[in-house]
Protein backbone atom coordinates (compact mmCIF):
# COMPACT_ATOMS: atom_id res chain seq x y z
CA UNK A 1 0.00 0.00 0.00
CA UNK A 2 2.75 2.17 0.62
CA UNK A 3 4.04 2.14 -2.87
CA UNK A 4 0.13 2.62 -4.49
CA UNK A 5 1.24 6.10 -5.76
CA UNK A 6 4.49 6.03 -7.49
CA UNK A 7 6.18 9.40 -8.48
CA UNK A 8 6.24 10.25 -12.15
CA UNK A 9 8.11 12.31 -14.11
CA UNK A 10 10.18 12.69 -17.49
CA UNK A 11 13.72 13.34 -18.37
CA UNK A 12 15.70 13.00 -21.24
CA UNK A 13 19.36 12.90 -22.35
CA UNK A 14 21.02 13.45 -25.76
CA UNK A 15 24.17 13.40 -27.02
CA UNK A 16 25.40 16.18 -29.56
CA UNK A 17 28.65 16.84 -31.88
CA UNK A 18 30.16 18.69 -28.82
CA UNK A 19 28.53 17.82 -25.70
CA UNK A 20 25.44 15.97 -23.79
CA UNK A 21 21.84 17.94 -22.80
CA UNK A 22 19.67 16.90 -20.44
CA UNK A 23 16.44 17.52 -19.99
CA UNK A 24 13.31 17.03 -17.36
CA UNK A 25 9.95 18.72 -16.65
CA UNK A 26 9.17 20.39 -12.91
CA UNK A 27 6.02 18.66 -12.14
CA UNK A 28 5.81 16.41 -8.89
CA UNK A 29 3.01 13.99 -8.53
CA UNK A 30 1.28 11.33 -6.65
CA UNK A 31 -1.02 9.84 -8.03
CA UNK A 32 -3.59 12.25 -9.12
CA UNK A 33 -2.59 14.90 -6.69
CA UNK A 34 -0.08 17.76 -7.76
CA UNK A 35 3.00 17.87 -5.37
CA UNK A 36 4.64 20.72 -6.99
CA UNK A 37 5.27 22.43 -9.50
CA UNK A 38 8.42 23.84 -9.91
CA UNK A 39 10.79 21.72 -8.92
CA UNK A 40 14.55 21.21 -10.71
CA UNK A 41 15.04 17.87 -11.47
CA UNK A 42 18.07 18.19 -13.59
CA UNK A 43 21.71 18.47 -11.51
CA UNK A 44 24.97 19.39 -11.69
CA UNK A 45 27.55 16.53 -10.24
CA UNK A 46 30.71 17.75 -11.36
CA UNK A 47 32.13 20.73 -13.55
CA UNK A 48 32.12 17.82 -16.68
CA UNK A 49 28.95 15.59 -15.62
CA UNK A 50 25.02 16.20 -14.99
CA UNK A 51 22.47 14.07 -14.19
CA UNK A 52 18.58 13.55 -14.61
CA UNK A 53 15.89 12.08 -12.71
CA UNK A 54 12.57 10.61 -12.62
CA UNK A 55 10.96 9.25 -9.82
CA UNK A 56 11.51 10.00 -6.39
CA UNK A 57 13.13 13.57 -6.00
CA UNK A 58 14.05 12.98 -2.22
CA UNK A 59 16.11 9.66 -2.87
CA UNK A 60 17.88 11.76 -6.40
CA UNK A 61 18.76 14.39 -4.32
CA UNK A 62 20.07 12.26 -1.55
CA UNK A 63 22.09 10.21 -4.28
CA UNK A 64 23.79 13.25 -5.64
CA UNK A 65 25.10 14.93 -2.66
CA UNK A 66 26.47 11.91 -2.15
CA UNK A 67 28.07 11.09 -5.51
CA UNK A 68 29.06 15.32 -5.38
CA UNK A 69 30.77 14.65 -2.37
CA UNK A 70 32.40 11.38 -3.43
CA UNK A 71 33.75 12.93 -6.69
CA UNK A 72 35.30 15.86 -5.16
CA UNK A 73 37.54 13.75 -2.86
CA UNK A 74 38.18 11.58 -5.79
CA UNK A 75 39.51 14.52 -7.44
CA UNK A 76 41.91 15.40 -4.66
CA UNK A 77 42.98 12.30 -4.69
CA UNK A 78 44.16 11.63 -7.71
CA UNK A 79 44.30 15.45 -9.33
CA UNK A 80 42.04 14.50 -12.45
CA UNK A 81 38.43 15.15 -13.39
CA UNK A 82 36.31 12.50 -12.45
CA UNK A 83 34.74 10.98 -16.13
CA UNK A 84 31.39 10.20 -16.22
CA UNK A 85 31.80 6.46 -16.78
CA UNK A 86 32.97 6.72 -12.95
CA UNK A 87 30.10 8.66 -11.47
CA UNK A 88 27.85 6.46 -13.68
CA UNK A 89 29.36 3.36 -11.70
CA UNK A 90 29.62 4.73 -8.76
CA UNK A 91 25.93 5.96 -8.64
CA UNK A 92 25.32 2.33 -9.40
CA UNK A 93 27.13 0.86 -6.99
CA UNK A 94 25.66 3.17 -4.16
CA UNK A 95 22.37 2.19 -5.53
CA UNK A 96 22.97 -1.75 -5.94
CA UNK A 97 24.05 -1.52 -1.98
CA UNK A 98 20.64 0.02 -1.42
CA UNK A 99 18.69 -2.98 -3.42
CA UNK A 100 16.78 -4.07 -0.40
CA UNK A 101 15.69 -0.43 0.15
CA UNK A 102 15.96 0.82 -3.20
CA UNK A 103 16.32 4.57 -4.30
CA UNK A 104 12.67 4.68 -6.14
CA UNK A 105 14.77 6.93 -9.08
CA UNK A 106 15.56 6.41 -12.53
CA UNK A 107 18.40 8.71 -13.63
CA UNK A 108 20.25 9.80 -16.82
CA UNK A 109 24.31 10.44 -16.31
CA UNK A 110 25.72 12.81 -18.95
CA UNK A 111 29.28 14.28 -19.56
CA UNK A 112 31.67 14.63 -21.85
CA UNK A 113 35.37 14.10 -21.69
CA UNK A 114 37.22 13.29 -25.26
CA UNK A 115 33.89 12.88 -26.41
CA UNK A 116 30.00 12.66 -24.81
CA UNK A 117 28.55 10.15 -22.91
CA UNK A 118 24.98 9.01 -21.56
CA UNK A 119 24.49 6.72 -19.53
CA UNK A 120 20.67 5.31 -17.97
CA UNK A 121 20.43 3.60 -14.47
CA UNK A 122 17.52 2.16 -13.52
CA UNK A 123 16.59 1.72 -8.97
CA UNK A 124 18.73 -1.11 -8.52
CA UNK A 125 21.57 0.14 -10.45
CA UNK A 126 21.88 -1.33 -13.65
CA UNK A 127 24.49 1.21 -16.30
CA UNK A 128 23.48 1.18 -19.56
CA UNK A 129 25.67 3.28 -22.32
CA UNK A 130 23.46 5.15 -25.33
CA UNK A 131 24.05 8.20 -27.74
CA UNK A 132 19.99 9.16 -25.86
CA UNK A 133 18.01 8.56 -23.19
CA UNK A 134 14.49 8.77 -21.82
CA UNK A 135 13.36 7.96 -18.38
CA UNK A 136 10.00 8.16 -15.90
CA UNK A 137 6.27 7.98 -16.59
CA UNK A 138 6.57 10.27 -20.00
CA UNK A 139 9.56 8.31 -21.25
CA UNK A 140 7.10 6.30 -23.98
CA UNK A 141 5.85 9.21 -25.77
CA UNK A 142 9.32 11.20 -25.80
CA UNK A 143 11.54 8.16 -27.05
CA UNK A 144 8.85 8.25 -29.91
CA UNK A 145 10.66 11.83 -30.93
CA UNK A 146 14.20 10.72 -29.69
CA UNK A 147 13.78 7.73 -32.09
CA UNK A 148 12.28 9.78 -34.78
CA UNK A 149 14.72 12.76 -34.78
CA UNK A 150 17.81 11.97 -33.22
CA UNK A 151 21.40 11.77 -35.70
CA UNK A 152 24.77 11.02 -34.65
CA UNK A 153 25.31 14.79 -36.70
CA UNK A 154 23.32 17.22 -34.26
CA UNK A 155 24.45 20.41 -32.88
CA UNK A 156 23.74 22.05 -29.89
CA UNK A 157 21.04 23.88 -31.44
CA UNK A 158 18.88 21.13 -32.87
CA UNK A 159 19.70 19.08 -30.24
CA UNK A 160 17.86 21.68 -27.62
CA UNK A 161 15.13 21.70 -30.27
CA UNK A 162 14.65 17.57 -29.99
CA UNK A 163 14.65 17.85 -26.39
CA UNK A 164 12.05 20.43 -25.89
CA UNK A 165 10.01 18.46 -28.21
CA UNK A 166 10.62 15.34 -26.27
CA UNK A 167 9.47 16.59 -23.37
CA UNK A 168 6.35 18.53 -24.71
CA UNK A 169 5.39 15.34 -26.64
CA UNK A 170 5.20 13.55 -22.81
CA UNK A 171 3.81 16.36 -21.12
CA UNK A 172 0.80 16.13 -23.83
CA UNK A 173 0.08 12.66 -23.06
CA UNK A 174 1.46 11.78 -19.41
CA UNK A 175 -0.52 13.53 -16.64
CA UNK A 176 2.43 13.10 -13.81
CA UNK A 177 4.73 15.30 -16.52
CA UNK A 178 4.13 19.24 -17.12
CA UNK A 179 4.50 22.87 -15.93
CA UNK A 180 7.85 23.90 -17.59
CA UNK A 181 11.36 22.75 -18.78
CA UNK A 182 14.71 22.59 -17.34
CA UNK A 183 17.64 21.92 -19.89
CA UNK A 184 21.79 21.61 -18.70
CA UNK A 185 24.16 21.67 -21.09
CA UNK A 186 27.47 20.29 -20.46
CA UNK A 187 30.39 20.89 -23.03
CA UNK A 188 34.00 21.37 -23.70
CA UNK A 189 33.27 24.95 -22.72
CA UNK A 190 31.25 24.75 -19.64
CA UNK A 191 28.01 24.06 -18.54
CA UNK A 192 25.07 26.30 -19.04
CA UNK A 193 21.35 26.00 -17.34
CA UNK A 194 18.09 27.16 -19.17
CA UNK A 195 14.33 27.12 -18.32
CA UNK A 196 11.16 26.89 -20.81
CA UNK A 197 7.60 27.07 -20.40
CA UNK A 198 5.73 24.36 -22.13
Known amino acids: MAFQFMPGATAVGITYNNGVLLASERRISYGNFVVNKNTKKTFTV ?66 ITNKPEIYTLDPLGSVLPDKYAAVGTGAEMALGVLDADYSDQLDEEKATSIALRSIKSSIQRDSASGDGIDLLIINKEGKKELSHTA
Open 46 to 111: TDHVGAACAGMVADMQVLIRQVSALSKIRKLETRRDVQPNSIAKLMSVIMFERRYFPLLTQVIVGG
